[in-house]
């Protein structure tokens, strides 16, 4: 990746990339304080070359003068959304766990936005192929998905599904509990180490007939956690589709 782009997100996945089986998570604080939360599941030398060939056809002569000014999707929502109190959920779609999304790929000239309306107007000139809307309003936060179109209204598609649960317990034993209920849908399984789920964040919830999505995100303490909440990874999408999901770590992960 280019210095521009974040440095936040982009660690994460090197050192597991060789591994094969999924270890079970281990709520381990001191472990997970030092480890950084990445959307992105492909290497850093792959991400930079399909991000540099996507913004050349995306903003060619922006491209020309300012690819020095690009930096990562996801730095921008933090940068941009922080200050108006914004939280993100990202539903992306993929071939394969070697191929970037377009939510993934996506770099962005930084700009300063002055409300919500305006970052999701920027969000959505920008990113090709994602639809950007607000899904929930809590007090004066706001939580908007980023969620790439091939899933919009897709049927068989896991986030829409509704369940009923009952559940006491980390963030990534609440995945597995989904998992129990609905096959399709659960935590990553290939390529991460246990110090990559979110072990620690403690939630309780008790609902009837729920979307997937709305438990995933009523499920996150919003006020305590970082603005990037959760980020749902769907393969094989026409075939057999089978959804991943990673919560992206508490403020405390920093």
Not at 58 to 85: S, Y
Not at 164 to 190: C, D, H, M, W
């Amino acid at each position: 990746m280019s210095g521009h782009a974040s440095t936040k997100w982009m660690i994460l996945l090197v050192a597991a990339w060789g591994c094969h089986q999924q270890k079970p998570a281990v709520n381990n604080e001191a472990t997970m304080k030092k480890e950084e939360f990445s959307m992105n599941t492909a290497t850093p030398a792959t991400s930079h070359k399909v991000r540099q060939v996507r913004h050349l056809k995306q903003h060619p002569e922006v491209a020309r003068d300012n690819e020095h000014k690009f930096i990562g999707l996801d730095e921008f929502l933090v940068q941009a959304g922080t200050p108006l109190n914004c939280r993100f959920i990202f539903e992306v779609v993929a071939s394969n766990r070697n191929r970037l999304s377009a939510i993934e790929a996506a770099e962005i000239v930084p700009a300063h936005v002055g409300s919500v309306e305006e970052l999701i107007s920027k969000l959505q000139a920008d990113l090709e192929e994602v639809q950007v809307e607000v899904v929930e309003q809590k007090g004066d936060m706001t939580v908007i998905r980023l969620m790439e179109t091939p899933l919009v209204g897709k049927p068989g598609y896991a986030l829409d599904h509704q369940v009923s649960i009952e559940f006491s317990g980390s963030l990534y034993n609440l995945l597995r509990a989904l998992k129990e209920q609905l096959p399709t849908v659960g935590p990553v399984t290939f390529g991460v180490g246990p110090i990559y789920d979110d072990a620690i964040t403690q939630t309780s919830i008790s609902v009837e007939m729920q979307s997937v999505r709305t438990i995933l995100t009523d499920a996150v303490p919003l006020e305590d956690y970082g603005p990037l909440l959760w980020f749902a990874r769907t393969y094989d999408l026409e075939q057999n589709p089978r959804t991943e999901v990673r919560f992206l770590g508490g403020q405390n992960s920093d």
